[in-house]
Every structure is written in structure tokens, then in C-alpha cells.
């Protein structure tokens, strides 16, 4: 490992100044991601900044009905709030489906979104890898793509040797359900606050696969926002892995519907599919005011994927994951609008 200093400023706006006086600075959460990076040279900073206690634990009610998450609370308490799991089970559920119970104890709300990718060229420090060593090349292409992207990657067999070439996918349960649900962003940085929609916040790898948000250098995020909901807002997460836990997902589904009939929408996030966490636009789009049948929503996918592309691979490549992530698609609107998708209603 790489000696670096270790900071434990006073407070939240010494910890943003200093990290951004140092381009070779790192925050510290729960660590359960970044000590791993540390250990395998993966993360070389000159600076290692704790923020695990500095940023606050609190889950607390918002005047206009929505719910704070404060940075520092951890995805255990997150997933055992009463309001959380009453009002936004689909963001329960992500966090219980994922790591482990030591882990969640550890890992924190600021933390968790911005887990680096679990491709397995990326932690191999002697392996090219674009996103660790810009410029460097994209193992991952004809490599092991099992749990690699199929949506926001280039049409045609990506280059191995370009520098922009990167088709990781984003690891995280709880920034699935996050995506869906609209949540907001607080963040403070070295020029003061400022508010970034979810959905927002990562970013596809374009021409710089090594940044994975739209984070500038010594930005913190201080808090979570979750919006109110309408009275009746069902949601839910179902993820799908090799093994039942201690799994990153294979494709996995956040899905948040609210009122019935013409005025009924749907929101829709996807897991393992992409460099961030999917919002099917498309998708929920046309979805909106139908009756949520089979016949319905697998267009709506079909109209979703119908610029996905999967890898090539020697573990045989990830196209099973188009027709998977359209069978959980409808699995887990099935199970929010029991009526809607008997099979009464769809013959
Ligand atoms: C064996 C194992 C299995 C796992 N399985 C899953 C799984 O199935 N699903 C899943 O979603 N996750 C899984 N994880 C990942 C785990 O959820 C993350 O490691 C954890 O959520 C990261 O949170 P942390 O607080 O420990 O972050 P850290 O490791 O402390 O930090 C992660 C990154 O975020 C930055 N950072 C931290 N806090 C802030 C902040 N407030 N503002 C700005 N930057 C910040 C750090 O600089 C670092 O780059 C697994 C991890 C392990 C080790
Ligand atoms: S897919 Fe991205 S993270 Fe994986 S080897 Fe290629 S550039 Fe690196």
C-alpha cells in the first residue's frame, strides 16, 4: 500500500477544504470500499480524509413530507427507519439487498452511491483499465463481461485500445432505488451548496471513464434527500444475482408507481445494465396512465432496449441480460399491481 496522511478535520467545511487544497485527497466513510482500493493500489491518494463522523447520522422529517438522510447514517439504520420502510420500501429493500449485515453497519449514505465499479480489470492493477489508468485500455472488452453493461455503450464491438473505452457497470442497490425515486443530492463544495437531482449524479464514461459522477474534486455530499410521495405510491426493489446474497446484482429493478388510471406514472431504475443507475425514461413514458398488462409493459421494454448491445465475452458474453431485465421488469410490477398483470388481465 502507498503511505499516505491521514486528516480528521473539525468539521464539515474544514474537511471540504482541505480535500480540495489537495489533488491527491480522498474522503473516508465507512471505508468498506475504499480501504479494499487502498489495499490493492487501486487508490494511490497522497491524503486520506475522515468524514465518518463529521457528517451527520440524523434521518430526519422534512418540512414539505420528505425524508433526510444525512451522509454519515449507515445503510443499516437507513433500511431499519420505520418512515423508510413504510414510505419508501423500494429503498429498504435495495439496502437489504445488499453486502452484508456487517457491511451495511459500516457503509454510509454518502458512501454507498459512490462505490467504484466491480469489474474485475479494474481492481487488477496489472491489467489495463481505463477507468483506473486513464489511457490505458479496457481489459473488459472480449474479457469477462458477465457483469458488464448493455445499456449507454456503443453500438458497434467497443475498441479495446481506445482511451474512452470503458463498459463497467454500476454496483450500487441503494442508488438504483435512489434513481427512481427522484431523491436529491445535497452536496457542499469548495464553492459553497448546491442541489443535483439523482439521477444526475453519475455519469456515462463519454470521452473520461475515470470519473464516475458529476462530483468536482473536493465535493462532499452532506445529505440525501427523499421527495414526498403521493398518498398510495407503491414501490418496490427486486435484484437478481448468481447467488442469493453476497452478490452484486446481475440486472436488478427500483420501481415506484403512483395513482391509477389515466393519471397513473411509473418510474422505473435499473442496476448491473449500466455505468450509472438506468432511468428508463422511455419506457415510463410509455407507460403512463395504461393499465400496467404484460402486453404493455414488455413494449415498453422492448422500446427501452431497443438500443441495448451486449458484450461479447469469454464467460459467454451478457446478452441474457436483455430478456432477464424484461422478465423483472414485469415481475416487479406484477407484484406492485397484482390486478393489472393476471392473466385474465393479459389474454
Ligand atoms: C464483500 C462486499 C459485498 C458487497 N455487496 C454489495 C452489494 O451487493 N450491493 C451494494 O450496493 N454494495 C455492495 N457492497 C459495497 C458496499 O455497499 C460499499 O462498499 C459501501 O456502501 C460504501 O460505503 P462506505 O461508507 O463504506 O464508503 P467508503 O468506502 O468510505 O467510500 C466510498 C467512496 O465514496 C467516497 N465518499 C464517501 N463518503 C463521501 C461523501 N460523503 N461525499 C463524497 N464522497 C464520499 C470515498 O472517497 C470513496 O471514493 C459490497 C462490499 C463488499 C466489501
Ligand atoms: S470496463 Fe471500465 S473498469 Fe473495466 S477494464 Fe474496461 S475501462 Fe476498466
Not at 471505508?31 to 447520522?57: I, Q
Not at 425524508?67 to 419508501?88: I, K, M
Not at 463498459?167 to 459553497?192: F, R, T
Amino acid at each position: 500500500m502507498k503511505p499516505f496522511a491521514f486528516g480528521r478535520p473539525g468539521d464539515v467545511a474544514e474537511a471540504v477544504r482541505t480535500v480540495a487544497a489537495e489533488p491527491a485527497a480522498v474522503y473516508l466513510a465507512g471505508g468498506t470500499n475504499l480501504v479494499d482500493h487502498l489495499k490493492l493500489g487501486v487508490a494511490r491518494p497522497d491524503l486520506v480524509v475522515d468524514v465518518r463522523t463529521l457528517t451527520s447520522r440524523e434521518i430526519s422529517d422534512l418540512p414539505d413530507g420528505g425524508l433526510r438522510l444525512g451522509a454519515g447514517s449507515t445503510n443499516s439504520e437507513v433500511a431499519a427507519d420505520r418512515r423508510v420502510r413504510e414510505r419508501y420500501p423500494v429503498l429498504a429493500q435495495a439496502l437489504l439487498a445488499g453486502a452484508t449485515g456487517q457491511l451495511r453497519n459500516m457503509a454510509t449514505t454518502g458512501g454507498n452511491p459512490l462505490q467504484r465499479t466491480r469489474c474485475v480489470y479494474f481492481s487488477d492493477v496489472t491489467t489495463p483499465c481505463n477507468k483506473r489508468e486513464p489511457g490505458s485500455g479496457c481489459s473488459a472488452v472480449g474479457g469477462y463481461t458477465r457483469y458488464h453493461s448493455v445499456l449507454g455503450v456503443p453500438a458497434a464491438l467497443p475498441d479495446a485500445d481506445a482511451p474512452e473505452t470503458c463498459i463497467a457497470s454500476h454496483p450500487s442497490d441503494m442508488a438504483v432505488a435512489l434513481a427512481a425515486l427522484d431523491a436529491q443530492v445535497q452536496v457542499l463544495g469548495p464553492s459553497g451548496v448546491r442541489t443535483i437531482s439523482f439521477p444526475d449524479l453519475h455519469r456515462l464514461p463519454s470521452d473520461d471513464p475515470a470519473r464516475d459522477t458529476v462530483l468536482a474534486h473536493g465535493e462532499l455530499i452532506t445529505a440525501i434527500d427523499l421527495p414526498a410521495l403521493p398518498a398510495g405510491t407503491r414501490s418496490a426493489y427486486r435484484k437478481v444475482r448468481d447467488r442469493a446474497s453476497y452478490a452484486f446484482a446481475l440486472v436488478s429493478v427500483a420501481a415506484v408507481v403512483t395513482g391509477d388510471g389515466p393519471e397513473r406514472t411509473v418510474r422505473l431504475g435499473f442496476g448491473g445494465v449500466a455505468h450509472k443507475p438506468w432511468r428508463a425514461t422511455r419506457a415510463e413514458e410509455l407507460l403512463h396512465g395504461r393499465p400496467l398488462d404484460e402486453h404493455a409493459v414488455r413494449a415498453a421494454m422492448d422500446a427501452e432496449l431497443a438500443a441495448a448491445q451486449p458484450q461479447v465475452g469469454i464467460d459467454g458474453g451478457n446478452g441474457f441480460k436483455i430478456p432477464l431485465l424484461t422478465r423483472t421488469v414485469v415481475a416487479t410490477l406484477r407484484d406492485l399491481t397484482p390486478r393489472d398483470l393476471t392473466p385474465e388481465a393479459t389474454s
